[in-house]
């Protein structure tokens, strides 16, 4: 059976731009909006029944964390936006979870969207979009589902844990991005680890059926992660050497500290690359040695049978004059000139050292 591929973008086909067409698949969990309004000696964390409420928190002096989880919801999506002024542009790619991860910048607001990756209970990589947009005093942060890599996130506001309470929310949306990038490396560690154990599997000589399966799956998800992270290095650059008000000096540090974490996971992911790449080769010249020896133990035996084939051929014929016909020891002789030349090609085989 055939099975058909579905084309994500075929969705926007026709569409007036700016139009909220959710592209992921569609879920049945509710709209969930959670809300952390902090300052240095206090924090209010709440969970938004009425999206009404979102608004109250754009002008105020305290720095808002608010979470969305459920793109599927696009009024609600687009009704959040409006409050905040976000460009239709900007709702649209939200709710396209194919978007490539890119950075916006708008005169009161910038935009981010970056993958998230993390593994299921299946041990399959997930890739889940999430987009951000930093205000003044708020980080707008739209996840696809429930489940994310933000919990020490939340745990350090609430106990107020480091310096993200004392500072602005230009460094709340640094400190979620390296939340973001920290992930990437438990991921790059269980690829490795999972590389590393075929390879040692294909240099002891074992082919068991399925492991190149497992190599293909393996050379998918690299690709998949590479796609993934590779175009965040160029968001964390621009906010770096960018000029954007939002921006303080103070933080470009620690940006420029994701930058080096991220050089260091490409650096790692371009290694696991080659190595999936080595590890096809392997399996492949695995397969071709397990060939050549079945080859060469057929081809072996083939050769000591082609002379006694011919010494039975020739007493096998139905010639009357065949001088050692009617002798009395020629069934025996003739035996043990087969055996000789068994064992003679035996050991001239081993010799050889072909056996």
């Known amino acids: ?88 542009l900007v709702l649209e790619d939200i709710v396209n979870t194919t978007q490539r991860p890119k950075i916006d910048e708008y005169d009161n607001y910038l935009f981010v969207v970056l993958k998230m990756l993390y593994y299921d209970k299946e041990e399959k990589i997930v890739i889940e979009q999430v987009s951000m947009v930093l205000g003044k005093n708020y980080v707008l942060t739209f996840q696809e589902s429930e489940g994310d890599v933000f919990g020490t996130i939340r745990d350090r506001l609430r106990h107020a844990n480091g310096r993200i309470r004392g500072l602005k929310s230009d460094y709340l949306l640094y400190a979620l991005i390296d939340a973001v990038v920290d992930k990437y490396f438990s991921i790059i560690e269980t690829l490795g ?69 991220l050089i260091q996971v490409s650096e790692n992911i371009d290694i696991y ?40 051929g020739i007493y096998g014929m139905n010639f009357d004059n065949i001088p050692e016909l009617h002798y009395k020891y020629s069934y025996y002789i003739l035996w043990g000139i087969m055996l000789m030349l068994f064992l003679g090609m035996l050991y001239y085989f081993k010799k ?3 056996l």
């Open 1 to 88: 059976m055939t099975k058909t591929r579905t084309h994500k973008h075929k969705k926007h086909t026709g569409q007036i731009p700016g139009t909220l067409v959710y592209t992921g698949e569609k879920s049945d969990k509710e709209f969930y909006v959670e809300c952390f309004d902090y300052t240095k000696e206090t924090i209010e964390e709440s969970i938004l029944i009425d999206i009404e409420d979102a608004v109250n928190y754009k002008e105020t002096d305290s720095v808002t964390w608010i979470n969305v989880e459920g793109l599927n919801y696009t009024k609600e999506i687009e009704h959040i936006g409006n409050q905040y002024g976000l460009h239709p």
């Open 193 to 261: 680890n999972k590389i590393e154990d075929l390879e040692t599997e294909l240099f002891a000589g074992h082919s068991r059926e399925g492991i190149n399966i497992e190599v293909q799956q393996l050379k998918r998800e690299i690709l998949k992660v590479r796609r993934a992270i590779f175009p965040l290095r160029e968001i964390i650059n621009r906010i770096e050497k960018g000029e954007h008000p939002l921006i303080y000096k103070r933080t470009i540090t620690y940006y420029r500290d994701i930058y080096d974490h």
């Open 273 to 312: 690359r080659e190595m999936i790449w080595s590890l096809m080769d392997m399996y492949m010249t695995t397969i071709s040695n397990k060939m050549n020896e079945v080859m060469k133990v057929l081809t072996i035996i083939a050769t000591i049978f082609i002379p006694l084939t011919f010494i039975a």
């Open 352 to 354: 050889k050292k072909w």
